[in-house]
Nanobody
């Protein structure tokens, strides 16, 4: 089992950058596939980015491609989401998630077993 705690959210202006971090407890962090999702008010939780256990395979949603980068540091039990050129549409609560199952990555919420509590990102004009 793993516990996830996000940090790094905040209020920024359009065009700014933020780096979200997600620290995990437990000794098997490197065995989990990881992902970032977000949920805006009144909307369903949506996929943002995911990567494999070794970080050799990464995938980001089209809406953030070229602006967001996902990475992980297994030595620090941490996954990151680097967000550049932020837009008001990026405003949401951002969640990190971990999956135990085999496979390179997943974009489906139901494939993830553990979730953090979320961190708010607000982008103003």
């Amino acid at each position: 089992q793993v516990q996830l705690v996000e940090s790094g959210g905040g209020l920024v202006q359009a065009g700014d950058s933020l780096r979200l971090s997600c620290a995990a407890s437990g000794r098997s962090f490197s065995t989990y596939r990881l992902g970032w999702f977000r949920q805006a008010p009144g909307k369903e939780r949506e996929f943002v980015a995911a990567l494999s256990r070794s970080a050799g395979v990464k995938y980001v949603a089209d809406s953030v491609k070229g602006r967001f980068t996902i990475s992980r540091d297994n030595a620090k039990n941490t996954v990151y989401l680097e967000m550049n050129s932020l837009k008001p549409d990026d405003t949401a609560v951002y969640y990190c998630a971990a999956a135990e199952a085999e496979g390179p990555f997943s974009i489906r919420t139901r494939d993830y077993d553990y979730w953090g509590q979320g961190t708010q990102v607000t982008v103003s004009l």
